[in-house]
């Protein structure tokens, strides 16, 4: 099953010297036959998403399917 991940582009991040940074924010990463199936799957299994004001209505959350799920430490 492909693995996706998912972001907004609503929110914004803070720097180490205190000013907003305006940027994209990483929601996670979900497995699914298909990107709508695992937004839903993404959408069960962290409802801190709905629950913190991030949009999950259709065309809100962006996806990206993973070539592959092997993790870099650089």
Request: charged fraction near 25%; glycine fraction near 10%.
């Amino acid at each position: 099953m492909p693995t996706f991940i998912f972001y907004t582009l609503e929110g914004y991040a803070e720097a180490p010297d205190g000013r907003r940074v305006e940027n994209c924010q990483l929601l996670g990463e979900a497995c699914g036959e298909n990107a709508s199936d695992a937004l839903a799957n993404l959408l069960s299994e962290n409802r801190w998403i709905g629950e913190h004001g991030f949009s999950v209505g259709i065309g809100e959350i962006i996806a990206r399917e993973l070539s592959d799920t092997k993790r870099h430490l650089l």
